[in-house]
């Protein structure tokens, strides 16, 4: 997933380009659906969350497996997880009955939501506002662990690589970092957490506080892996093959379905 920068704070695209063409759905329907303005209020407003519920629902029956792992991530609506298909189908099944006794505006609203999915495929498709693309390879980068050993990022090969960029006063960071120290177990992973900014101290210690172990924890106080992997923030994270290829990128907080979804990809 994708975000842009605002100071500290991260806004996911997709997220953006809904409210986007949200704010186009809201406009063109109270012009050309003709309904009474209550009614318009209570259908579009009856729309928004029968989008997130229907959409969180798909995500959460396609990952199944990993929401079973952590049922409270079910709750946690800003972590990323909605399948748009099933949004636009309950959408499209509220329209037809909150709007039951007006045809041609029900039409007229099935026809709406139809093209505000299409336009926000085609947003998410040029997407516009995105950050600069992600590098194919990993930069030729040395940094040193918490121990003062110098780590050549390039020599870290496994069938999986995630390195991570996050800071201590990061929330979705900490937030993140128990997920990607129990992932750290597995055989077939290599995880590195690598930190943007700060010195060894507050590192150690926040490490230590909350007793997370990890096999490659890195600093880079003067950023250098957030200018090569063209990352606009933390977190970051970076899926790196057994070719040390970047395959995906995922810019803002992880979730469970999201590592599992990309562990098992090809």
Do not use: K
């Amino acid at each position: 997933m994708e975000a842009i920068a605002f100071g500290t704070m991260l806004i996911p695209l997709p997220r953006l380009y809904a409210l986007l063409v949200g704010l186009g759905l809201l406009g063109a329907s109270a012009v050309l659906l003709g309904l009474p303005r209550q009614q318009h209020i209570r259908w579009f407003s009856g729309l928004l969350l029968v989008w997130l519920i229907s959409a969180r629902l798909g995500h959460i029956a396609l990952h199944l497996a990993s929401y079973m792992a952590s049922p409270l991530d079910v709750l946690r609506f800003w972590l990323p997880g909605f399948e748009g298909s099933a949004g636009l189908l309950g959408v499209l099944l509220w329209s037809v009955w909150s709007l039951r006794d007006r045809f041609r505006a029900m039409l007229g609203a099935a026809g709406l939501c139809i093209i505000t999915s299409l336009l926000w495929l085609l947003l998410m498709h040029i997407a516009p506002f995105s950050p600069a693309a992600t590098p194919r390879q990993l930069p030729e980068l040395s940094l040193s662990n918490l121990e003062g050993d110098s780590i050549a990022l390039s020599e870290l090969q496994d069938q999986h690589v995630i390195i991570n960029l996050w800071a201590s006063w990061c929330p979705p960071c900490r937030r993140e970092l128990p997920l990607l120290a129990e992932l750290d177990t597995h055989d077939d992973v290599t995880v590195v957490v690598i930190n943007q900014g700060e010195d060894l101290l507050p590192v150690v210690r926040y490490l230590d506080n909350q007793r997370l172990n990890f096999r490659y924890a890195l600093l880079d106080p003067r950023q250098r892996m957030a200018v090569a992997s063209a990352a606009p923030g933390p977190p970051t994270t970076l899926l790196l093959n057994r070719h040390g290829r970047i395959t995906h990128r995922h810019i803002g907080e992880l979730s469970r379905a999201t590592l599992n979804a990309w562990l098992i990809s090809p």
